[in-house]
C-alpha cells in the first residue's frame, strides 16, 4: 500500500474473512488514559472488546478505577462505571502489565508542545521502549495519539531496538478525530476510520477490531452487511499525514473567518452572513465557519505548529500554515481592544467573563483565549467576576490562589453583579438562555462584549445594553 484509497473490495473481503474466522478475541491495550485514551477504551469496550488500561500518572489510573474519570466528558463517567462493572475495561498498575495482557496496543499517550512549536515525544518513545523489551508474542502497536509524520517510523525503530530480536511486531496509525465534550458520540459515529498499516495482518487486526463499530453504521445508514466507505487503509505516514492535516485544515478555516470577520467590522458588512453565504458551497462547507476568540485546546493549536515544525525541518515552504497561527495568537488582542473600546480606562473597572473552557462541553482550558485574556485585564487592574459551567476547578488551578482581583463565580449572575462590562467567552448553551433583564439590571453599566456572537444585536440592543460582537455591524 503505497497511496491513500478508500477501502477496496480486498478490504471488503479481508472484513468478511473476519467475521467467519473462529479466532480468540484480542485483548486490547490503551496505554495513556487521557481524553483520547479513556474514551478510546471505553467505546472499543462497549464495542464488546475485552481492554485493559495505563496510565503511568498512578494518581490518574486510581481515579478511573475508582469510577470517576479526571476530566469532564459528557457520557464519560456512564460508561466508565458500566464497563468497570461488566468487567470488560480494566485499568491496571502499570504500562508495562498493559503490554504483557494486550495483544493490539493503542498508544494514546501525550505528544505536548516545546516552545519550538516541535512535539516532545519522550512519551511515546518511552512507552515503545517498554514495549520493546516487553515483547512476549505477537503484538500489534498502534500509533493513536497526535503524532508528526515520521513517528510511526521511530517507533517501530525504537522497538526494534529494545526487543531483544523478537521481531513478531506489527506497528500501525489509527489516528483519532474525537472532538472534546463530543468524544464519545464521535466514537460511534466516525466520519472515518484511518489504518495506516504496513502488513496484511495488521490491516485485518484493525478491521477486526473495528467490524462492530462498521457493523452498527452501516445498519443504521442500511447499505447491506458492510459499510467500508467510512475506512481508509493507506501507509503509515500518510496516516499521520492525514490526521495532521485534518487539525491544520479546520484551524485554517477558522483564521480564514477571523479574518473575514477583521474585514467585515472593517467595512461594515456581516461575518454571519459572509459565512453562511460562504457554506452554501458543498466544496467549501458550513462547519468551522465561526468567527470569534480563535480556537485553542490541545490538539488544533498545537497540532499546527508542529506541522509548521515538519514543513521547516523538511525545507518545505509553510507561509499559509503560519499566517494561520499568527491570525490565531492576534484573536485575544482583538477582543481585549473591543474591552478597551468599550471601557476606555481598564483600571478600577470590574469585567463579568462568561466561558473560559476552550469551547463549550468541557472543562479543558488548555490554550484556552480566556487565559490570555485574564491575565492582561488584571495586568491593568481590572476586577474579574468569572464564571464557567466546568471550568472553575480548572482555573483555580491555573492561576495562584493569591491572584488579587480574581473572583471566581456560581452563576453568571454573580459574575453580572456590579460589573461594568460582560464578555462573553465561550458559547455555552446556558448563556444563550440567560434572563437578559435580569443581567442587565444587575450590571452597573449594561456593556455586553460577545466574542463568540452568541447573540441578535438588535434583540441586545433591544434590552437596554451597549453591545458589540465579532465582524457583525
Ligand atoms: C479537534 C478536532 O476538531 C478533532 O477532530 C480532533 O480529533 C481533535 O482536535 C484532536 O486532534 O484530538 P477539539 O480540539 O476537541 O477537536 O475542538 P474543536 O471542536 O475542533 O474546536 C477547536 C477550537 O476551535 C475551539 O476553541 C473552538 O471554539 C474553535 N472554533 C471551532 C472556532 O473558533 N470556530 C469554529 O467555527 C469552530
Partial sequence: MTSSIEATAGDRAALKRTRTRPVKPPTLAVIGLGHVGLPTA?????????????????????????????????RLDD???????????????????????????????????????????????????????????????????????????????????????????????????????TACADFFNPDRIVLGVESEHARSLLLEIYRPLLDRLS????????????????????AELIKQASNAFLATKISFINLMSDLCEATGADV?????????????????????AGFGGYCL??????????????????????????????????????????????????????GLAFKPGTDDIREAPSLKIISRLLEEGARLQVHDPK???????????????????????????????????????EYRALDLVRIRRLMDTPILIDARNLYEPALMRGHGFEYSSVGRP
Fill in 42 to 74: 471505553l467505546g472499543f469496550a462497549e464495542l464488546g472488546w475485552e481492554v485493559v488500561g495505563a496510565d503511568c500518572d498512578a494518581e490518574k489510573a486510581n481515579q478511573i478505577a475508582g469510577g470517576q474519570s479526571p476530566f469532564f466528558e459528557p
Fill in 219 to 238: 445498519h443504521r445508514v442500511g447499505v447491506g452487511a458492510t459499510n467500508n466507505g467510512h475506512v481508509v487503509v493507506t501507509d503509515l505516514k500518510t
Fill in 79 to 181: 460508561m466508565l462505571r458500566r464497563h468497570l462493572a461488566s468487567g470488560r475495561f480494566r485499568v491496571l498498575r502499570t504500562v508495562q502489565d498493559a503490554v504483557d495482557e494486550g495483544k493490539v496496543l493503542f498508544v494514546c499517550v501525550g505528544t505536548p508542545q516545546r516552545t519550538d512549536g516541535s512535539a516532545d515525544l519522550s512519551q511515546v518513545e518511552a512507552v515503545a521502549r517498554t514495549i520493546g523489551r516487553g515483547l512476549n508474542g505477537y503484538k500489534l502497536i498502534v500509533e493513536k495519539s497526535t503524532s508528526p509524520v515520521r513517528t510511526a517510523e521511530q517507533i517501530k525503530r525504537t522497538i526494534a531496538r529494545y526487543c531483544n530480536g523478537n521481531r513478531e511486531f506489527d506497528v500501525a496509525v489509527n489516528p483519532e478525530f474525537l472532538r472534546e465534550g
Fill in 301 to 354: 493549536p498545537k497540532d499546527l505548529r508542529t506541522l509548521i515544525r515538519v514543513g521547516e525541518d523538511h525545507g518545505v515552504d509553510v507561509a499559509l500554515l503560519r499566517a494561520v497561527d499568527h491570525i490565531n495568537e492576534s484573536r485575544a488582542e482583538r477582543i481585549l481592544k473591543k474591552v478597551h473600546q468599550a471601557l476606555w480606562i481598564i483600571g478600577g473597572k470590574t469585567v463579568g467573563i462568561l
Fill in 391 to 429: 471550568a472553575i476547578g480548572n482555573v483555580t488551578r491555573h492561576f495562584s490562589a493569591d491572584t488579587q482581583g480574581l473572583v471566581y463565580c456560581d452563576s453568571p449572575y454573580d459574575a453580572a453583579h456590579g460589573a461594568n462590562a460582560l464578555l462573553v467567552l465561550t458559547e455555552w448553551d
Fill in 272 to 292: 454571519g452572513e459572509v459565512a453562511h453565504g460562504l457554506g452554501l458551497d458543498p466544496r467549501i462547507g458550513a462547519a468551522f465557519l465561526r468567527a470569534g
